[in-house]
């Protein structure tokens, strides 16, 4: 059999390529230290890895998750510890200003002014925000401020219940922030009770306002619980001469309780047990165009926002006259206030404990991931880490192979017979 010359040098520079290309391989081998450099170096080894990367990569992001809500809840734990503190501090003025014997007026004023601050103090505990500018206690609504208002009018909770849950594993999520609607609104009250707000709908500009409104007659109070309380202002005409007035009615049977009122701005009201002032320039009936007239509601109520209990004992500090009558409102206010504090107290402290449960659960949670991602981690460098011992050795014998094949091939292209003559 003849092999012809070209045969010769296919067949060498064939073996010298599959010799430099192994030999270039082990080359990158070496040099990024992976055994793997292409899906078709080992098909099952390739899809394992990639399963692992895609693993690593989400217990990570499950790992900055678990970051994230850990510091959403220290901050609003922080912020619970502050406000527990100064409810403490509340505590303390009221059982101080139950000694109606030994206190004046003036001084009764100053522990006023005090709880007025510790208010300002508390609100801003409330409309908390975090490090991206986010008010930690108002729910879903994050962006908004959670408590508006002012201290002469009261304050309306603007957020609502619900609550940001964050991915910590495939299979479970955890809160990371709590609705101050849980916390610190919906607290239960230690008697009936009740809540005032104005239509949302009525024409004045600017709106008038109304106090938070107190109890002054419990008794009474109790009597006409759980019905609501309708204020309505009435065509001016309805009296004469014109002016504003008003009417009371029972919101679910339209009884009236209190017919065309003359309405003075800031009065002092008192309608079955329920004290409350309206201040501004209500907008009247009209018939005529069709109009109605401007609305205060009276709302019953089981639970007392702490806000409104602030407010209500710093209104009966500033009350207090030194009268019989004076000592008895405070007394009463006094022993109202200790029961509400207490109230929310319990409020917060069951929030406390859920954060406390919460972090556990966190904790727990990165201790699985950290050593689930050590194993997925040792997995993957089992599979696609280079044994550089071994590939030394190999890229060793690879160069050999490849020097041989060209020193055989350029003793084989000098065959021939002219070198033989």
């Known amino acids: 059999m003849r092999v012809s ?9 064939s073996s010298m390529s599959e010799a430099n290309q192994a030999l270039v391989r082990t080359q990158e081998q070496i040099s990024t230290g992976k055994r793997i450099l292409s899906a078709a170096d080992d098909p099952v080894a390739a899809t394992r890895i990639q399963q692992l990367n895609r693993n690593i ?3 990570d992001q499950f790992s900055r998750n678990i970051d994230i809500a850990e510091n959403n809840l220290a901050l609003e734990e922080t912020s619970l510890n502050g406000a527990t503190n100064l409810l403490q501090r509340i505590q303390e003025l009221a059982v101080q200003a139950g000694n109606t014997a030994v206190l004046s007026p003036s001084e009764y004023a100053s522990l006023a002014d005090e709880v007025n601050i510790r208010l300002d103090e508390l609100v801003g505990i409330a409309n908390t925000q975090n490090s991206n500018g986010d008010y930690i206690f108002a729910g879903f609504k994050s962006d908004n401020q959670p408590f508006s208002g002012d201290s002469n009018n009261g304050y309306q909770f603007n957020g609502d219940e619900g609550q940001l849950r964050i991915e910590i594993d495939n299979s479970t999520t955890v809160a990371s922030n709590d609705s101050a609607k849980a916390i610190f609104v919906d607290v239960p009250s230690d008697a009936n009770n009740v809540a005032t707000s104005v239509n949302p709908s009525n024409r004045s500009n600017p709106s008038i306002s109304v106090s938070v409104g107190n109890i002054v007659d419990q008794e009474a109070y109790d009597k006409f619980y759980p019905e609501d309380i309708i204020i309505q202002f009435n065509e001016d005409a309805n009296v004469s001469p014109d002016a504003k007035n008003f009417t009371v ?22 309608y079955n047990g329920v004290e409350l002032t309206i201040t501004g320039n209500p907008a009247s009936a009209d018939s005529g165009a069709g109009l109605v007239g401007d609305q205060v509601f009276v709302d019953s109520a089981d639970t007392q926002d702490v806000i409104t209990t602030l407010l209500r004992f710093r209104d009966a500090l500033n009350g207090y006259d ?3 009558e004076g000592v008895a409102r405070l007394e009463n206010s006094v022993g109202s206030t200790i029961n509400n504090l207490r109230n929310a107290q319990a409020s917060i ?6 954060i406390g449960a919460r972090n556990n659960v966190l904790e727990s949670t990165r201790s699985l991931h950290a050593d689930t991602n050590l194993a997925s981690k040792e997995l993957l460098s089992n599979l696609s880490d280079l044994d550089f011992a071994e590939a030394s050795t190999r890229l060793q014998l690879e160069s ?5 094949a060209q020193a055989s091939f350029l003793r084989v292209s000098e065959l021939s017979l002219i070198n033989q003559l």
């Open 5 to 13: 010359t070209l045969s010769i040098y296919n067949l060498a520079n």
């Open 57 to 59: 990569a989400s217990v």
């Open 249 to 270: 009615t029972e919101r679910s049977t339209g009884k009236v309780i209190a017919a065309d009122q003359l309405y003075t701005p800031g009065e002092t009201l008192t």
């Open 322 to 324: 030194g009268s019989a």
């Open 349 to 354: 402290s069951e929030v406390v404990s859920s």
């Open 400 to 404: 050999f192979i490849l020097q041989a």
